[in-house]
Nanobody
């Protein structure tokens, strides 16, 4: 079983910065992609940013140029540096792993973290 532990959420002022971290633990053999999604009250969960094991990245248009995703494959950890935060970035942010292979398994699974709250307000 894989567990995702997120950290780094909190309260920030507009224009401020926060850095989210998510560490995947368990008997992990490989993870194809790691990413961050967010869900604001009354809205659907949406992709924020995603990075593959090879370093390819994808961002939501709303965060391009402000957020940067990075990954430490050796630590199975993904980071999201969020700069120039806006009130509309307020949401519950979820970490996700795609096509995660556990040791000894040929079946990939996707996993989700519990979420970390990001609130942007003055």
């Amino acid at each position: 079983q894989v567990q995702l532990v997120e950290s780094g959420g909190g309260l920030a002022q507009p224009g401020g910065s926060l850095r989210l971290s998510c560490a995947a633990s368990g008997s992990i053999r490989s993870i194809y992609a790691m990413g961050w999604y967010r869900q604001a009250p009354g809205k659907q969960r949406e992709l924020v940013a995603r990075i593959t094991s090879g370093g390819s990245t994808k961002y939501a248009d709303s965060v391009k140029g402000r957020f940067t995703i990075s990954r430490d494959n050796n630590k199975n950890t993904v980071y999201l540096q969020m700069n120039s935060l806006k009130p509309e970035d307020t949401a519950l942010y979820f970490c996700n792993t795609e096509r995660t292979f556990n040791q000894g398994s040929l079946v990939p699974y996707d996993y989700w973290g519990q979420g970390t709250q990001v609130t942007v307000s003055s």
